[in-house]
């Protein structure tokens, strides 16, 4: 898998700097070119020389070469990149990375990086605790850049905790699963949807629902980044797209999101419905604003169309991957769920469960098939979204 694939290895100041000639060894056994770049403190934990050896390209630390007055362009690395993995990652790297700063090569070419970005923290315990390095740390996530998580284990303090860079083969295997995914669903389409719906009122209100579309929209791009054709039929939201092979329709009600779905439901492989729909709709909406004439108001709602269970009946080959969204004996609702909407797997979420659901940046979901159900922990939504893929490729 990691054969001829081009990694770009950015170093930072940190003792597990020391590593970083073992690892690229075991990426050049298995195949790959590596071309590795250093902080300027990285030099006080690794040599150039070495790294130049093992990798057999220069190590570039500068933006120019004193030399002659050239420049190491930093565009053209990061074009160059497969995949740019920062291991180690210091404190100090990760606070740029997440804040855009740009004063060395490292940083300036992630900001160019459209590749896929890894990073691997190295740090004491109480720096990788202090809430600034684990905001950073999920900023970087938001951005779809994934964290190698580091080890738990003796620190080069003398302490013990969590900080230690997580070892290379165990980076090299999961560089190895993340180009085995990257091309799991080539030539696959999918249909995801996102958001909320908006049921009209009248021309300035609607009935609607507190989602933001993030746990949607990561899905698709994660969908898109294994190789799969997407489209994401979403409700009202300001979220926007990254990737190229994502074609977005944006709609406002549930009856256009059906139509949406339905226009391409044929011709897609499966479908992730991360849409929070609307059960209701007003039976008729005014074409003029409400006045506040009389005490009491009431609207007359009609039941919009259950938009899964439709595709559930029509399906013929696709997969359908349903979402539930609960408060109460949430497992059993999700089970019956699947049932009722002939779904292969629904996506289970609770209310009651802290950073979970609406709005968050992350979110704590179960798996739920016909073979039982599968919990996973609290994890940035592009994580959780990452996951669901990986089940899609397995189904
Ligand atoms: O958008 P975020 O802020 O990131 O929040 C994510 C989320 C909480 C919206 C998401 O994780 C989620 O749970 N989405 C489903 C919410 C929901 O509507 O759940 P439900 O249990 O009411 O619906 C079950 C399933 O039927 C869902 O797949 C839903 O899209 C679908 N449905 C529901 C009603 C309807 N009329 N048509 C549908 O297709």
């Not at 969908?223 to 009202?236: F, K, Q, Y």
């Not at 939201?237 to 009856?255: E, K």
């Amino acid at each position: 898998m990691i054969r001829g694939k081009r990694i770009l290895l950015g170093i930072c100041g940190s003792i597990a700097a020391y590593k970083a000639p073992h690892f690229v060894r075991l990426l050049k056994k298995e195949g790959a070119e590596v071309q590795c770049i250093l902080t300027p403190d990285a030099h006080l934990f690794v040599t150039p020389t070495s790294l130049a050896t093992v990798s057999q390209l220069p190590c570039l630390s500068e933006f120019t070469h004193s030399e002659d007055g050239t420049w190491n362009n930093h565009v053209a690395l990061a074009e160059w990149a497969d995949v740019f993995i920062i291991a180690p990652a210091s404190a100090n790297t990760l606070a740029k990375m997440a804040t855009g700063r740009c004063d060395n090569l490292l940083l300036a070419t992630y900001l160019s990086a459209k590749c896929p970005v890894f990073f691997a923290p190295a740090m004491d315990l109480d720096m990788y605790r202090h809430p600034t390095t684990l905001t950073n740390i999920q900023t970087l996530q938001s951005f779809g850049n994934t964290l190698l998580e580091p080890g738990t284990g003796f620190l080069a303090s003398g302490l013990e905790g969590k900080g230690r860079m997580m070892e290379p083969e165990e980076m090299v295997e999961g560089l190895k699963s993340h180009f085995e995914l990257a091309q799991s669903l080539n030539g696959k389409h999918w249909l995801v949807t996102a958001g909320p719906t908006y049921e009209n009122i009248d021309p300035v209100r609607f009935i609607g629902n507190y989602s933001s579309g993030k746990m949607g929209f990561a899905i698709a791009e994660a969908l898109a980044h294994s190789g799969a054709t997407v489209t994401l039929v979403s409700g009202p939201t300001s979220l926007q797209i990254h990737h190229p092979n994502i074609q977005i329709l944006r709609v406002t009600s549930a009856l256009q999101m059906l139509e949406a779905c339905l226009s391409v439901f044929p011709h897609v492989h499966g479908v992730v419905k991360a849409a929070a729909v609307a059960d209701y709709r007003p039976e008729t909406m005014a074409t003029e604003k409400i006045k506040k004439s009389s005490e009491e108001l009431t609207i007359q709602l009609v039941k919009n169309p259950d938009i899964l269970a439709i595709l559930g009946q029509q399906k013929t080959h696709q997969k359908i991957i349903g979402f539930a969204l609960e408060t109460n004996n949430e497992l059993e609702h999700a089970k019956q769920k699947r049932l009722k909407k002939n779904a292969d797997a629904i996506v289970l979420n609770s209310l009651n469960d802290e950073g979970a659901g609406f709005q968050t940046d992350t979110n704590r979901v179960h798996w739920v098939t016909e073979n039982g159900c599968e919990s996973w922990p609290l994890l940035p939504k592009e994580e959780v979204a990452k996951l669901i893929v990986q089940k899609i490729v397995s189904l």
